[in-house]
């Protein structure tokens, strides 16, 4: 690497964690392309990066030959981030076959580009590769536990498959590569329709519907707020690890779902009514990270309290549904002339959180 920086590559730039991460490197001075074919992100998260100087989106899916807008500018990329591919269970299912291939075919593009450009890659890996965990709390030499033909397999075991490859690379001397494995991570451009379970609680919540819990509550998770995540991804690229190793980024404080609907009913005020439903095949009762190594390796542990992201979320997940028509049209029409025209206003700001009573 000797050291040169360059231009960055996002795929998936465009996504939930994505989106954030752009934003964090423009604000550190580097020299953004972010690639992404909008299947399940939002261009409208890039509304206030697209009209930076340092900044260049190019729509192209990964499982495709890469484009000539980023093939012309091999020779100028340091770092390449891959985040590109379906995260949530009812996204990543919609689309099996394609979900796979991102993670398998689309690794491998980005793997090549980054052996031809000699630029370190980032894998944004998953916990999902510890499948139903059998150990507790997941370190990263755990192997996992995984229904290799179940309906997650898409996402599991292309994970898996994507790390192999990055390895295998990395090994042959022809990439360097970091690996991430990304625990449960929430914040605001989620996406409404996501069906993770925060983004799924709060909308429901927002809009006074019950909350629907799957199984009797009891399982667990833990919750990574975004800025953390991003802080945590961009250490590990920058880290210069001696070994080929995975490192866990999540937080390490276990909470149940139950516990969750308490910590958001206890923000908005008052008491939230619950649905219960089946628990869906192969969801995993519990899920911790052990992050010894990215404290060792990284020196970083996530530092945004639960209630404190929890109450950032709900802030933009109210402003999301309250715009939520102006956004559709956005996203067809452009941005400064539909919000105008939809909402009568000359600009658009953020509003206080206003909880249907």
């Not at 752009?22 to 020299?31: I, K, M, N, P």
Request: with cysteine.
């Amino acid at each position: 690497m000797n050291g040169r920086r360059g231009l960055t590559l996002v795929a998936g730039g465009a996504g939930f964690v994505g989106s954030h991460l752009g934003r964090a490197l423009l604000d550190a001075g580097e020299r953004v392309m972010c690639v992404d074919n909008l299947q399940t992100s939002r261009e409208t998260n890039l509304l206030g990066l697209q009209n930076h100087a340092n900044f260049r989106f190019v729509r192209a899916d990964i499982t495709e030959p890469l484009p000539a807008e980023v093939m012309e500018r091999a020779g100028e990329f340091t770092r390449i981030y891959n985040l590109a591919c379906a995260a949530s269970p009812p996204l990543y299912q919609e689309n099996p076959e394609h979900t796979m291939l991102t993670s398998v075919l689309g690794t491998n593009r980005l793997l090549r580009l980054a052996e031809q450009s000699g630029a370190r890659l980032l894998l944004a890996s998953t916990s999902e590769v510890y499948g139903d965990p059998e150990v507790h709390p997941q370190p990263e030499d755990y192997r996992g536990h995984v229904n290799c033909t179940g309906p997650r397999a898409c996402y599991d075991e292309g994970k898996r498959a994507a790390e192999s490859l990055a390895f295998d690379f990395a090994r042959a001397g022809r990439a360097e590569v970091r690996v991430a494995r990304i625990f449960n991570t929430y914040g605001p451009n989620m996406r409404m329709d996501d069906g993770r379970v925060i983004s799924n609680l709060v909308c429901q919540a927002l809009s006074g519907e019950p909350l629907t819990v799957y199984g009797d509550g009891s399982q667990t998770r833990s919750f990574c707020y975004v800025a953390d995540t991003v802080d945590g991804l961009r250490r590990l690229m920058e880290s210069p690890l001696a070994e080929l190793q995975p490192v866990n980024i999540g937080n390490p404080e276990e909470i149940t779902i139950k516990q969750l609907v308490n910590a958001l009913a206890a923000i908005i005020g008052h008491p939230l009514e619950l649905e219960y439903r089946e628990l869906p095949t192969d969801d995993p009762k519990r899920r911790r990270p052990v992050i010894a190594r990215a404290k060792e390796l990284l020196g970083w542990q996530p530092t945004t309290a639960l209630d404190q992201g929890l109450e950032k979320t709900l802030a933009w997940f109210a402003h999301e549904l309250k715009t939520n028509h102006a956004r559709r049209l956005v996203e067809r029409h452009g941005y400064e002339r539909v919000l105008r025209s939809a909402m009568g206003e000359d600009r658009v700001e953020r509003v206080p959180l206003q909880v249907p009573s």
